[in-house]
């Protein structure tokens, strides 16, 4: 007749460390699709910030030459945003552009305001 003495000890420790294992496992997942929350949120925030960046941009060309409007869509590489359009309204203009970091589009909307000397931006969205 054989020894059994251990048996029962080694399925309970084999089981336990199953169970301990699945849990590592579940836990890792969890921070997995915690850090990607996190990466996607500064990726938004930096595409955030590349289409304010766009904004000034066009701004800039507006400052140049006050009769600046487009339709066409002008990609800004080096800032990762493009200057969708330039809509003229009587005195104003209604720049909108979005950012574009790792995939991430965020768009954005200013109006300019036009005056004989100067611009203004009345707000930005």
Known sequence: MKNNKGFAAFILVVSISS???????MQA???GHYFDAVQTKEYRLMSYYSAYSCIDQA???LSHDYFF???????IKDLNCVIKSVISQDDTRIISVYGKYKNIIVY??????????QL??????
């Open 108 to 117: 954005r909307s200013a109006v300019a305001k036009l005056f004989d000397d």
């Open 120 to 125: 203004e931006i009345v707000s930005i969205q």
């Open 19 to 25: 169970l301990m294992l699945a849990f590592s496992f």
């Open 29 to 31: 997942i969890e921070y």
């Open 69 to 75: 409007t487009t339709n066409i869509e002008i990609p």
């Open 59 to 61: 701004f800039l060309a």
